[in-house]
């Protein structure tokens, strides 16, 4: 519904395109996004609108809270992730045993601060992550800041992609590893399964500047799992 809002707000049409190639107005459904299932052959990531100024895009972002789901890309709104239970339980996860292995710095000057899915954005691109970490650190020279002017960009960033596809997940990696800005970034794929099942299997990747910009570590933080999750995604 907040997605309809947004781009009505935007004057555009919101067609979508099957799988199959055929194309279709969501404009006149009241649960848009709301089940998965319902929209599970939209390709993704999807441009929502075209023609958009980033401040006109983070003002819209602002005014209806949505966060996580879309970004900006050169005047392009495009929406990466849907909603839903297993992508958020596994942040939520994920955060609360980062901070649980940083909790020995707490009070020191290398405390780690929790700094979540904060608003950064470049020439070209507007993102939010997953999660974000990082130290206290001095203002940086503007416009090389994760605002444009001088904000420091996270250390350590998390995405989740369930919905999301994994090369676009990848593709953003290219966005937080660049020169002068995140040194970690770690990435979590969820095999998506029917709304009534709950997730059993994911893969994660460790991404670090002292293994090559970019490139995948030789020893990922966590290696390919397996495993079943029932105790974790309970949606």
Known sequence: IVLMRFQKECQTATIIETCGGKRENLMGRSNLVADINCYSYIRLPYVLV???????????????????CWEWLNGEVLIYELPSMPHEVCISA????????????????????????????????????????????????????????????????????????LDHAEEVLKYWMSPGRSHDCIIVKIDLVPQDRVPVHMRAWHYCVSAG???????????????????????
């Open 213 to 235: 910009r970019g490139s995948r570590n030789t020893v990922p933080l966590v290696t390919t799992v397996m495993l079943d999750y029932s105790n974790l995604f309970f949606c």
């Open 94 to 165: 994920i955060v609360k045993q980062i901070n649980r292995q940083c909790s020995n710095a707490d009070g020191t000057n290398a405390e780690i601060h929790g700094a979540g899915s904060t608003r950064t954005r470049d020439r070209n691109r507007g993102k939010e992550a997953d999660a974000s970490f990082r130290p206290k650190k001095l203002a940086v020279t503007a416009p090389n800041g994760s605002n444009r002017d001088n904000r420091p960009w996270p250390n350590l960033v998390v995405e989740v992609a369930y919905t999301e596809t």
């Open 50 to 68: 075209k023609g958009i100024a980033i401040d006109d895009y983070e003002e819209r972002v602002e005014k209806f809270n949505i966060h996580g």
